[in-house]
């Protein structure tokens, strides 16, 4: 190592990008680009020991510091490779490629190294060729100018090492030999510190004895991690005396940083002791944050979530619970996998309000009235059975109140009196949707074993809502599915169950939790899917679908003005008169609920506030009266509906609300109507059409929906004797048409249908009963008098009346029993204009529910047996004693 090395004039150049190889520093590197792979092959392959390279830093043009990573070749394209560079006094110049996209930065000193290892491969498939060289620097040397030779760089070079002579004159100066000195006593401490930690040193000591100083300042240096600049500043360092300084500082520095990490252990494990070494971590941070300056009074996250469970009011036996978790989670470590599942636990814990409550402020029945009043019209029995409750809760509190269930169509207003039930009980509400739940999970939560696990909906409602009696709305509770994951309905049980409920177990909570001051109110559109035991829980108040008189006055009272107010208008701009109101609900709408009526409205609405959009880009040209001319209105309201709009300038004292005043507000009319929202969707003259000919009857029946008028048409063609059905029907209704063919098969000599002697009556034809709106699945027993008039009508040829629907079972015997639903039923033959309705005699006590103004403009025939059925659903009475009386 303390040869001199004879330097040729001109070496090929190996460029290093952000690293700096210094003499005596042995490094590995693996050449893979052509380049850098010709290089090697020519100057060290083919050269063998005699060959040498030159190792010149590169530096980037966006680069300021280095890693501790090595680049594994230059694999740098230059651009022209027939170009040479002049090299002046800067310590840096410039290469630009033709490209002009890399500016790369050479430094003009670099060391020239020998191979002390070299290894050829070939890469498969491709066949490239590739080299792996250990390589030792030597000497620096200086570049004079570069070139190119084939794919790779040479550089014309000049030595910078001092010679013999002139190292031996810098030995015998007093500066450098106190320099010298300093620098084996530093190094030789660190020697000593890194043999205590590692076991190690004897070969570097030995170093210490052989070496020349200033090598031995190259060699420490390159063993430590340091910046790209540091690195460029020792190979600048030819004068042997900075060297070594150089060399000295980062010795020492290195020695300091090996101490003070010395330091903070030897702290840590002096307040260790045998049942502290769980802490060993915690305590390492804390030194560290001492010998930085950084340790505050303010305690950590940890005791933070400690005070805020301390403040939750948990009862002991879950307090005990939580200290548990609380002291596991601090012997843990925010980089263990379990950490962040424990703290998001204990912070539920901490969210939930275990004892936070509403404050309830006296139950006033009457304002309660006048709420339900002004927010509901209509359902009179359905409010009276709310005010009974809150009565109750005034009476007696902490008394355990029946859990009420809504059932009725959509867009009645179940969701809106649970929200009034909560305002006038002065609680919080909390809306939980079940509509789709299928995982039991939803309701009970995950346990906390499985990835990804949350408490279930109710326990998240509660932390929401932050108190723990609110009125918590079950939404949808008729929808819930159950498949493998189980069964929400049945961990339903437990919820709404006063006796269990105090002690609900949700599994991610894992501690019972008291549900007993929450007021669980539940909606449904039908009872049927709940299951019995569930329903059995619940107290059912059902909601029927509106009045046509009903819908107006909702209309007038709550549907306009919401509308108005959702699209920026008012009632000084668009009136719909109520006129116009009652013909949107006869003839656009025809549904139990209010929801299709809010939307025709809604169309009104952005049809007039088109007007009110484009009068807004005239504002700045006049202030003066416009007439306003759109192509979208015209399409709309036609050519003679023009609306006047004032332009008010605005002034401090304006608000944007009035920025348009209108001289004549905007009123709607029949054709206003057609033009907005179409042609009208149904007519009174609907039934009588469909009932035109003989073989089809109307019967009336229940969805979910709400009531509904179900037309049943019968036909007969040359056949076997079949009877055919169609109109997606299931079991019940096919048994239902099989029941009314063997009927009227029974009756038919009495109903002149067939002599005496013609036994068959389907004898050389088939029967054919469809029920249309095909793809709408229908079911139930109450269709059984309908199909038995739709076929005497058939047979007798004449046919029913159109103002006449029905609804009723028959059985073989012809009695006619009661069905459900009658109230939704009749609503829906009002709605259709329907006059007449065929009942079962033993439903007559049901039409109290049906309110009198409806029950005034119809005729209710009670039927105890299929003769009057049929002797009220023709005219003139039942056919067969129309053919005795002539």
Same mark, same amino acid.
């Given at each position: 190592?303390?040869?001199?090395?004879?330097?040729?004039g001109r070496l =090929?150049?190996?460029?290093f990008?952000?690293?700096?190889?210094?003499?005596?520093?042995?490094?590995?590197i693996?050449?893979?680009?052509p380049?850098?792979?010709?290089l090697?092959?020519q100057?060290?392959?083919?050269?063998?020991?005699?060959?040498?390279i030159?190792?010149?830093?590169?530096r980037?043009?966006?680069?300021t510091?280095? =890693?501790?990573?090595?680049?594994?070749?230059?694999?740098i394209?230059?651009?022209?490779?027939?170009?040479?560079t002049?090299?002046?006094?800067?310590?840096?110049h410039k290469?630009?490629?033709?490209?002009?996209?890399?500016?790369?930065q050479?430094?003009t000193?670099?060391?020239?190294?020998?191979?002390?290892?070299?290894?050829? =491969? @070939?890469?498969?498939?491709?066949?490239?060729?590739?080299?792996?060289?250990?390589?030792?620097?030597?000497?620096?040397?200086?570049?004079q100018?570069?070139?190119?030779?084939?794919t790779?760089y040479t550089?014309r070079?000049?030595?910078?090492?001092?010679?013999?002579?002139?190292?031996?004159?810098?030995?015998?100066?007093?500066?450098f030999t106190?320099?010298?000195l300093?620098?084996k006593?530093?190094?030789?401490?660190l020697?000593?510190?890194?043999?205590q930690?590692?076991?190690?040193g004897g070969?570097?000591?030995v170093?210490?004895e052989?070496?020349?100083v200033?090598?031995?300042?190259d060699?420490?240096v390159?063993?430590?991690?340091?910046?790209?600049?540091?690195q460029?500043s020792?190979?600048?360092?030819v004068?042997?005396?900075?060297?070594v300084?150089k060399?000295t500082?980062?010795?020492?520095?290195?020695l300091q940083?090996i101490?003070v990490?010395?330091?903070?252990?030897?702290?840590?494990?002096?307040?260790?002791?045998?049942?502290?070494?769980?802490?060993l971590?915690?305590q390492?941070?804390?030194a560290?944050?001492?010998?930085?300056?950084?340790n505050?009074?303010d305690e950590?996250?940890?005791?933070?979530?400690?005070?805020?469970?301390?403040?939750?009011?948990?009862?002991?036996?879950?307090?005990?619970?939580?200290q548990?978790e609380?002291?596991?989670?601090?012997?843990?470590?925010?980089?263990?996998?379990?950490?962040?599942n424990?703290?998001?636990?204990l912070e539920?814990?901490?969210?939930?309000?275990?004892?936070?409550?509403?404050?309830?402020?006296?139950?006033?029945l009457?304002?309660?009235?006048?709420?339900?009043?002004?927010?509901h019209?209509?359902?009179?029995?359905?409010k009276?059975?709310?005010?009974?409750?809150?009565a109750v809760?005034?009476?007696?509190?902490?008394?355990?109140?029946?859990?009420?269930?809504?059932?009725?169509?959509p867009?009645?207003?179940?969701?809106s009196?649970a929200?009034?039930?909560?305002?006038?009980?002065?609680?919080?509400?909390?809306?939980?949707?079940?509509?789709?739940?299928?995982d039991?999970?939803?309701?009970r939560?995950?346990?906390r074993?499985?990835?990804?696990s949350?408490?279930?909906r109710?326990?998240?409602?509660?932390k929401?809502?932050?108190v723990c009696n609110?009125?918590m709305?079950?939404?949808?509770?008729d929808?819930?599915?159950?498949?493998?994951?189980?069964?929400?309905?049945s961990?339903?049980l437990?919820?709404?169950?006063?006796?269990?409920?105090?002690t609900?177990n949700?599994?991610?909570?894992?501690?019972?939790?008291?549900?007993?001051?929450v007021?669980?109110?539940?909606?449904a559109?039908?009872?049927q899917?709940?299951?019995p035991?569930?329903?059995?829980r619940?107290e059912?108040?059902?909601?029927?679908?509106?009045t046509?008189?009903?819908?107006?006055?909702?209309?007038?009272?709550h549907?306009?003005?919401?509308?108005?107010d959702?699209?920026g208008l008012?009632?000084?701009f668009?009136?719909i008169?109520e006129?116009?109101?009652k013909?949107i609900?006869e003839?656009?709408?025809?549904?139990a609920?209010v929801?299709?009526l809010e939307?025709?409205?809604?169309?009104l609405?952005?049809?007039?506030a088109?007007?009110?959009?484009?009068?807004?880009?005239?504002l700045?040209?006049?202030?003066?009266?416009?007439?306003?001319?759109?192509?979208?209105?015209?399409s709309?309201?036609?050519?003679?509906?023009?609306v006047?709009m004032?332009?008010?300038?605005?002034?401090?004292n304006?608000e944007?609300s009035s920025d348009?005043r209108?001289?004549?507000?905007?009123i709607?009319d029949?054709?206003?109507?057609?033009?907005?929202?179409?042609?009208p969707?149904?007519?009174?003259?609907?039934?009588?059409?469909?009932?035109?000919?003989?073989g089809?009857?109307?019967?009336? @029946?229940?969805?979910?929906f709400?009531?509904?008028v179900q037309?049943?048409e019968?036909?007969?063609?040359?056949?076997?004797?079949?009877?055919?059905?169609?109109?997606?029907l299931?079991?019940?209704?096919?048994e239902?048409?099989?029941?009314?063919?063997?009927?009227v098969r029974?009756?038919a000599?009495?109903?002149?249908?067939?002599?005496a002697?013609?036994?068959?009556?389907?004898?050389g034809r088939?029967?054919?009963?469809h029920?249309?709106?095909?793809?709408?699945?229908?079911?139930g027993?109450?269709?059984?008098?309908t199909?038995?008039?739709a076929?005497?009508?058939?047979?007798?040829?004449?046919? @029913?009346?159109?103002?006449t629907?029905m609804?009723g079972?028959m059985?073989?015997?012809g009695?006619v029993?009661?069905?459900?639903?009658?109230?939704?039923?009749?609503l829906?033959?009002h709605?259709?204009?329907?006059?007449?309705?065929?009942?079962?005699?033993r439903n007559l006590?049901?039409?109290?529910?049906?309110?009198?103004?409806v029950l005034a403009?119809?005729e209710?025939?009670?039927?105890k047996?299929?003769?009057d059925v049929l002797?009220?659903?023709?005219?003139?009475g039942?056919?067969w004693?129309r053919?005795?009386?002539?």
């Amino acid at each position: 190592m303390g040869e001199s090395v004879e330097l040729p004039g001109r070496l =090929g150049i190996l460029p290093f990008r952000n690293k700096v190889l210094l003499p005596g520093a042995i490094i590995r590197i693996r050449c893979t680009s052509p380049s850098s792979v010709k290089l090697v092959e020519q100057e060290l392959w083919q050269k063998e020991d005699k060959g040498l390279i030159g190792i010149l830093p590169v530096r980037d043009a966006d680069t300021t510091s280095v =890693g501790t990573v090595l680049s594994s070749g230059p694999g740098i394209d230059l651009g022209d490779r027939n170009s040479k560079t002049q090299v002046g006094v800067a310590d840096t110049h410039k290469i630009v490629g033709k490209s002009q996209q890399e500016v790369i930065q050479w430094h003009t000193r670099g060391v020239a190294a020998r191979a002390l290892h070299l290894s050829r =491969g @070939v890469e498969k498939p491709s066949g490239r060729v590739t080299y792996v060289v250990v390589l030792e620097g030597l000497c620096r040397f200086s570049v004079q100018e570069i070139s190119t030779r084939g794919t790779y760089y040479t550089a014309r070079v000049s030595p910078l090492d001092m010679t013999r002579p002139e190292m031996e004159l810098v030995e015998q100066d007093p500066d450098f030999t106190a320099l010298s000195l300093q620098f084996k006593a530093t190094a030789m401490e660190l020697i000593s510190v890194l043999e205590q930690k590692q076991k190690t040193g004897g070969r570097t000591k030995v170093l210490l004895e052989t070496v020349p100083v200033h090598k031995l300042a190259d060699i420490f240096v390159a063993s430590f991690e340091i910046s790209f600049e540091e690195q460029l500043s020792m190979l600048d360092s030819v004068d042997v005396k900075v060297r070594v300084s150089k060399a000295t500082e980062l010795v020492n520095r290195h020695l300091q940083s090996i101490r003070v990490a010395e330091k903070i252990t030897q702290k840590v494990e002096g307040q260790l002791s045998k049942a502290q070494k769980e802490y060993l971590l915690r305590q390492q941070m804390r030194a560290i944050k001492e010998e930085l300056g950084d340790n505050d009074d303010d305690e950590d996250d940890v005791s933070a979530l400690e005070r805020k469970m301390q403040s939750a009011g948990m009862p002991a036996n879950i307090w005990k619970h939580a200290q548990r978790e609380l002291r596991r989670l601090q012997k843990m470590q925010p980089q263990q996998p379990g950490y962040n599942n424990s703290r998001v636990y204990l912070e539920l814990l901490a969210d939930l309000p275990w004892q936070t409550a509403s404050e309830e402020h006296e139950l006033d029945l009457k304002a309660a009235k006048e709420h339900l009043d002004s927010d509901h019209y209509g359902l009179v029995k359905v409010k009276q059975r709310i005010i009974e409750y809150l009565a109750v809760r005034k009476l007696k509190p902490d008394a355990r109140g029946p859990v009420l269930c809504f059932v009725g169509p959509p867009g009645v207003g179940k969701t809106s009196l649970a929200s009034s039930i909560a305002a006038a009980l002065g609680r919080k509400f909390i809306r939980i949707s079940l509509g789709g739940v299928k995982d039991e999970a939803d309701i009970r939560g995950h346990r906390r074993t499985y990835v990804g696990s949350m408490p279930g909906r109710l326990i998240d409602g509660l932390k929401k809502v932050a108190v723990c009696n609110p009125v918590m709305l079950l939404d949808e509770i008729d929808k819930t599915g159950s498949d493998v994951r189980g069964d929400p309905a049945s961990a339903l049980l437990e919820v709404l169950d006063p006796e269990q409920n105090k002690t609900f177990n949700d599994h991610y909570l894992n501690v019972p939790y008291d549900l007993s001051k929450v007021i669980f109110v539940a909606t449904a559109n039908k009872a049927q899917p709940i299951p019995p035991p569930l329903l059995d829980r619940m107290e059912v108040i059902e909601l029927p679908g509106y009045t046509p008189e009903e819908k107006l006055r909702i209309a007038m009272r709550h549907l306009i003005p919401r509308v108005l107010d959702q699209h920026g208008l008012t009632s000084d701009f668009l009136q719909i008169p109520e006129v116009m109101v009652k013909l949107i609900i006869e003839r656009y709408t025809r549904e139990a609920g209010v929801r299709n009526l809010e939307r025709n409205l809604a169309s009104l609405a952005r049809a007039a506030a088109v007007i009110v959009a484009e009068q807004e880009h005239l504002l700045p040209l006049s202030k003066d009266v416009h007439q306003l001319s759109s192509p979208l209105l015209e399409s709309r309201l036609g050519d003679s509906a023009e609306v006047e709009m004032e332009v008010i300038p605005m002034g401090d004292n304006h608000e944007m609300s009035s920025d348009f005043r209108v001289n004549s507000p905007l009123i709607v009319d029949e054709s206003m109507l057609e033009k907005v929202l179409g042609p009208p969707r149904f007519d009174d003259k609907e039934t009588g059409e469909r009932v035109a000919a003989p073989g089809i009857s109307v019967g009336l @029946v229940w969805t979910s929906f709400g009531g509904e008028v179900q037309f049943v048409e019968a036909t007969s063609m040359v056949g076997k004797g079949d009877l055919h059905l169609t109109g997606q029907l299931g079991d019940v209704i096919k048994e239902s048409a099989q029941i009314a063919l063997t009927w009227v098969r029974s009756r038919a000599t009495e109903l002149k249908f067939a002599s005496a002697k013609e036994t068959n009556l389907l004898e050389g034809r088939d029967v054919h009963i469809h029920f249309p709106a095909g793809a709408i699945p229908k079911d139930g027993p109450s269709a059984g008098v309908t199909l038995v008039t739709a076929l005497v009508s058939l047979f007798s040829h004449t046919r @029913v009346r159109s103002d006449t629907a029905m609804t009723g079972e028959m059985t073989l015997r012809g009695l006619v029993l009661p069905v459900g639903g009658v109230k939704d039923k009749v609503l829906a033959a009002h709605r259709y204009g329907i006059k007449r309705v065929l009942l079962p005699e033993r439903n007559l006590k049901d039409l109290v529910d049906v309110p009198s103004a409806v029950l005034a403009s119809m005729e209710i025939l009670p039927a105890k047996r299929m003769e009057d059925v049929l002797e009220h659903a023709f005219e003139g009475g039942c056919p067969w004693r129309r053919s005795s009386r002539l």
